[in-house]
């Protein structure tokens, strides 16, 4: 099945050329060359990205790879400028980062719904003729030309914004978690893979508090590799302040399937071993007093939870507060 998210577009982009200014004379009775009236020409269109909190995707852009904004229009006679280019507006989800391709530097990052960020810049119009007039020269025979287009490869990347990632494996039970804690309404189910694009959800915290969670699809061993859906989720977590790591009460080996999943994202990016980060012990209503007992030795900090039975969910919202502030 092909997902329809979309995390990472590339776009070639121009914009549009500035119009030239043109050389122009007056036209007046008795007068072989009335006094210059060339007009300046347009600016030509920009590319401009700006946010909007509705989307959740970069797939609008996927298909449009080359997009080019307007010339500017040239100037004309009577000093009248020409119509300016219009600009391309690209509509991007928030958490969206541009980089310049060929130089892989960031050239901004989309954070607000609104915001606006222009990528390449519109040509300045040429003046026209009428502003060359001078003491020593009453009739300038020149104008200038409009500015060129600018071409510009960039990438766009979307990271998902949340305070708290859900990281574990396929079926640890994280959209049930974000089900519970949340208003969000993920797909649950009992096969692996169910979850295939993050899901949001924000959780409400004692009166008038709240913080974001994300849902991502399960990793797996090898994910750094692209096995699994493949490392495009592990981006995600970058933006994450926090880690809530889920390791499900009845797996084989939680202790193993948690290095796992610290490994995964070492090698994604060892930066992401200096999160703060939680672990919590999922489905903990399906095993009996004494495996709890144990598991609790093996992960003495851990927050043993079930999101059937809401046990110790508060502590869980709690824990995730102290370490988000
Ligand atoms: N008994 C019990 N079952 C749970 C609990 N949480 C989740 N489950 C079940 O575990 C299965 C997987 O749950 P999901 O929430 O879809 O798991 P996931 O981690 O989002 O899975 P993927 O999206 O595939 O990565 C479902 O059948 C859930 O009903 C729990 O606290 N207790
Ligand atoms: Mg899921």
Same mark, same amino acid.
């Given at each position: 099945m092909k997902s329809p998210f979309v995390d990472h577009v590339v776009l070639y982009l121009t914009s549009g050329k500035g119009g030239d200014g043109v050389v122009s004379w007056r036209r007046e009775k008795f007068v072989d060359k009335g006094g210059p009236d060339g007009g300046d020409g347009g600016k030509g269109g920009s590319i401009i990205a700006k946010g909007n909190a509705? *989307?959740?995707?970069?797939l609008d852009l996927k298909y449009r790879k080359f997009i080019k904004a307007e010339d500017g229009k040239n100037g004309e006679s009577g000093k009248r400028k020409g119509k300016s280019g219009k600009n391309e507006i690209l509509e991007v989800p928030l958490g969206t980062v541009i980089y310049?391709?060929? @130089?892989? &530097? @960031?050239i901004g990052e989309i954070l607000e719904d609104q915001q606006e960020i222009i990528i390449v810049e519109g040509g300045k119009g040429g003046l026209g003729?009428?502003?060359?007039?001078?003491s020593t020269n009453q009739t300038p025979d020149f104008a200038q030309k409009g500015q060129p287009a600018q071409e510009k490869k960039v990438i766009l990347e979307l990271k998902v914004l949340a305070d708290v990632g859900l990281v574990g494996?396929?079926?640890?039970?994280k959209s049930t978690l974000l089900s519970v804690l949340t208003s969000a309404k993920p797909e649950i189910a009992?096969?692996?893979?169910? @979850? *295939?694009v993050p899901n949001l959800g924000i959780v409400k915290y004692k009166d008038f508090q709240s913080f974001a969670i994300a849902d991502i699809p399960g990793i797996i061993e090898g994910a750094h590799e692209?096995?699994?859906?493949?490392f495009q989720f592990l981006r995600?977590? &970058?933006?994450?302040?926090v880690l809530l790591f889920l390791i499900p009460?009845?797996?084989?080996n939680p202790l193993k399937e948690l290095q796992i999943l610290k490994n995964e994202l070492h090698q994604y990016n060892?930066?992401?071993?200096f999160k703060a980060s939680l672990v919590a012990i999922s489905k903990?209503?399906?095993?009996g007093n004494q495996d709890i007992k144990k598991l609790k030795k093996l992960f003495p900090d851990a927050v043993f939870i079930s999101a059937?039975?809401?046990?110790?969910i508060e502590e869980l919202k709690d824990r995730l507060w102290q370490l988000l502030n």
């Open positions: 509705q *989307l959740w995707t970069l310049d391709a060929d @130089t892989q &530097e @960031t003729n009428w502003h060359f007039r001078s494996f396929p079926n640890a039970g009992d096969y692996p893979f169910t @979850t *295939l692209g096995k699994g859906l493949g995600h977590i &970058e933006r994450n302040a009460a009845n797996s084989d060892q930066a992401l071993d903990c209503d399906l095993i059937v039975t809401q046990q110790n």
